[in-house]
């Protein structure tokens, strides 16, 4: 990695029906039907029962920020541009987790228990699910 | 239910070595080694033929697919067992667990157990951010731009939502931490800190400060641990590991179970059982401060304080010298410095000088009993130490 391209997502065959979901504007999510439970990241098995009863489900993309920070010296030269910038932990209403930037928002305005939508954002060829407040805040600079 | 074996059985730690922590010039991966290896062996009363055990970790600066045997190599040792361990941050605390099983399960005599790094002047502290940035999960976190005090900064986040900690108590870590390593001529800084000055510090990862951050250091640390029949020839054979115990429940901070208890309190609770004491008899603490957060997190999940209580009690002085939990008397990763897996192993090392009576300005009067703890990942990899004074 030379640190002044973002990083992609190095997909596998059992992440790419999530990352082509991404590029069709849906958000995936595994269910495993032995033992009725959701899980993220996507894997070869359930985490919980081991079997591999899982089946793709479409998310309604809306949920809650669960814990967040705001990101001052970035990891690379790569994200200079965009500090300060948000990086929430975000529960999905239908009950999975999930790392994401918070944007379009004042990221200092960013708080637990915020109500946020997923966003799709283009990066080369890969399209990354972001997060954005439903109901946005006025940014601070505008007073 | 308890299983306290027998003291007589259980191994010991003969021999403990350091480097100073900072910019070394000069200094590689392996001269680190030997330097801290040396004086281990010194201090133990051995030479590196009567070594029958290596146990290493690994190096960021020049990683090698088997780092025990290129150390071992390098050292002159050809030993009858040899193995690497990556936890992260708990791998210092790991290490010793290994030689430790190794030493009652009569395998091995005389275990080393070595690690260092150059990492500030072997890579530069840009490179050893972005390095280190790479732990995280490569497509669910790492493309969203997370440096590792932004995963620690997402704890910190929930854990002050839910228990009310404030960036003053996490500045009073940071404040006690440096008053320590004042008191230690090997650590990496030392001039004294405030409130306010880490309040004034820049923002790395909201709510954390360069202040409330580790360092990234050169340096190396190393410990022998013996069959206690072997101890009896050592200078100074007075330390047993009367406690281990580990705790796993993630390594992606996304995937983590909760947010304000950790795998910390599994480990604990296995090294308190097995040491057949609690959290209340221990004398001396060297626990994993990667982050100030790092450091309160744990303390209230290994049941040093009540949830919510250890920000309070730190501002009050509880950890400090003179507290009822003297803690990191070292200075710690915040202020001694921290180099890698050698960073937790500095931990054990100034918990074998406090047993031993022998730190100096540092000392913690008749301290008998001593617990080390190590964090790998986020809070994801735990190892727990009890040691006791024989
Ligand atoms: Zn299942």
Known sequence: MSGTEKPLPPMTAETRPFWDGCRAGELRYQYCRACDRVQFYPRSICARCGRSALEWRRSNGTGTVYAFTVVYRPPSAAFAADVPYAIALVDLDEGFRMMTNVIDCDPEAVAIGDRVRVVFERRADTVLPHFTPVHPHTPKERG | MRRVRTLSRRARITGAGDTAFGELAGSSPLSLHAEATCAALADAGIDNAKVDGIVCAYSLVEPHLMLSSVVAEYLGIRPGYSAAIQLGGA??????????????????????????????????????????????????????????????????????????????????????????????????????????????????????????????????????????????????????????????????????????????????????????????????????????????????????????????????????????????????????????????????????RQLRGRADARQVPDAKLAFVHGDGGVLSAHCSLVLART
């Open chain 2, 91 to 352: 791998t210092g605390c790991a290490m010793v667990m290994h030689a430790a099983l190794l030493i009652e399960s009569g395998r091995c005599r005389h275990v080393l157990v070595v690690a260092g790094d150059n990492r500030l002047s072997g890579m530069s502290r840009d490179g050893a951010v972005a390095a280190l940035a790479r732990v995280g999960h490569a497509q669910f976190e790492v493309p969203y731009g997370p440096t590792v005090p932004a995963y620690y900064a997402l704890v910190a986040s929930r854990y002050m939502h839910e228990y009310g900690v404030t960036p003053d108590h996490l500045a009073h870590v940071a404040v006690t931490m440096r008053r320590h390593a004042a008191l230690h001529p090997g650590a990496q800084l030392r001039k004294p800190i405030t409130v306010e000055e880490v309040q004034a510090s820049r923002l790395i990862a909201k709510p954390l400060r360069l202040l409330d951050c580790c360092l990234v250091s050169d340096g190396a640390a190393a410990v022998v641990v013996s069959a206690p029949e072997a101890a009896s020839g050592a200078a100074d054979p007075r330390v047993a590991v009367i406690g281990m115990g580990q705790g796993h429940t993630h390594e992606h901070i996304s995937q983590a179970p909760s947010l304000t208890e950790f795998g910390c309190g599994d480990a604990a609770r296995r090294a308190f059982g097995e040491a057949g004491v609690a959290a209340s008899d221990i004398d001396v603490a060297e626990i994993y401060d990667s982050f100030t957060i790092t450091l309160l997190v744990e303390l209230e999940s290994m049941g040093f304080f009540a949830k919510g209580e250890a920000g309070p009690g730190i501002a009050a002085g509880a950890i400090g010298l003179d507290g009822r939990l003297p803690t990191n008397t070292h200075g710690g990763l915040l202020s001694f410095g921290h180099s890698g897996a050698a960073g937790g192993l500095t931990h054990v090392v100034e918990a074998v």
